[in-house]
């Protein structure tokens, strides 16, 4: 059993995490989302946060919206007020994948990765 996640600003990865959801929550991200024509840009940006959480701590997605829910620190981190629900964050993650593609970035700059957006959808 993992344990619970408790926000500490003083650990690195919670430092790394704090960063990213700063950048996430900007208006510059909001913008970009209305570029991308995406609908409901508060959810989607929501399930961005739950999912770099998920892939920080290594937790399932259903556990940790579960462990956001309970949790009022985790709550205040993530700047929200409602309800998560999973079915949401699991329904992003397939569009993400049937849509997106990393690619290998320009080559005079190396490590630089590129991203693609199919506009087939």
Do not use: Q
């Amino acid at each position: 059993m993992l344990s619970p996640l408790i926000p500490d600003i003083r650990h690195p990865k919670w430092i790394i995490v704090v960063k990213l959801l700063e950048i996430i929550a900007s208006p510059r991200a909001n913008k970009i989302a209305g570029r991308l024509k995406i609908y409901d840009k508060d959810k989607f940006l929501l399930s961005i946060k739950v999912l770099i959480l998920s892939d920080l701590f290594e937790r399932d997605i259903s556990r940790l919206v579960s462990e956001i829910n309970e949790n009022i620190a985790l709550k205040r981190l993530l700047g929200i007020n409602s309800k998560v629900k999973a079915n949401e964050i699991y329904n992003l993650g397939v569009l993400l994948s049937n849509t997106w593609t990393i690619c290998p970035g320009e080559e005079d700059i190396p490590g630089k990765l590129g991203l693609i957006l199919h506009s087939s959808s």
